[in-house]
């Protein structure tokens, strides 16, 4: 019993240890997402070009498809880029958000990088982005068959997060019926 | 005098919100209502300011959203069940006790109590007086005066 209390502080001292220590390896940026397994919130978008397609959360329906938040003044998104042509080029369809950004820059930055999305809608106010919880860019939304949010990615999707991860949902919601 | 001066004027000057004029509501009743929601509502890129102290766009965003639920006639529960909805329990900078929450609500007591709990076990165990202690046999006193080295 004594001995008991003796080993007490310390075994107390290595349950917080754990416990802080768990803390420091979750990123408090990461907010869960609200909408996981639930429908995409309704939104019909502007497109980039004047007169041209927008996107509206109707079209999200029958296959699978990538909902990528983005905008040109964001710092990850040009590392990300080569990630989504690839997603594109393998033939998940990937369609873009362009949050708080002016038509004009994000056409000149898929000018410049080029451009992998098969849609595009513009967010300027940014009122969409809330509806869909974003709180930074790039954030990127995996939208099943029947318009269901079943993922969410915060931060840039790296090559490991789509091998890993994104690919073997988008194929097991392909199978899905 | 100067110092003073400059201590009452330091004094006098309070937190600057981050509210712009542009944002404000006409009807001073409605802002003050939007002030007091965006006061517990985190700003979710900086995350431990309020949205009614950051300066972030998203922040921004929000203050004008919460200002325009209010001017739809909707009420303080209904704004902030709207960014709820939306964000999570995670932006209202106290938030609700619940299943997730009990931890962060109750762990301060816990670890209160637990000390608590040490501190009687240490009183119980420490003597409460020497007189407690019972005197010394012959042969006891013996072996001290032996130990001592004295020779009375």
Redesign the interface.
Known sequence: MKRLLFILPILVFAGLAAFLGFGLTQDPKELPSQLIDRPLPEFALPGIVEGGPGLASASFRGEPRLLNVWASWCAACPQEHPVLERIAKEGFPVYGIAWKDKPEDSRAFLARYGDPYSGMGSDFPGRTAIDLGVTGAPETFVVDKKGRVRFKQIGPISPEIWEQQIKPLMQQLRAEA | MKRLAMLLALLAASPVAAVMPDEMLPDAAQESRARAISKDLRC??C?NQSIDDSDA??AR??RV?VREQIAAGKSDAEVRDYVV????N?VLLKPPVEGDTLLLWLGPFAVLLLGGIGIA?WQRRRPTSTQDAAPLSAAERAELDRLAGSDN
């Open positions: 979710v890129v995350q766009p998203l965003d929000l959203l909805a939306r964000y999570g995670f076990f």
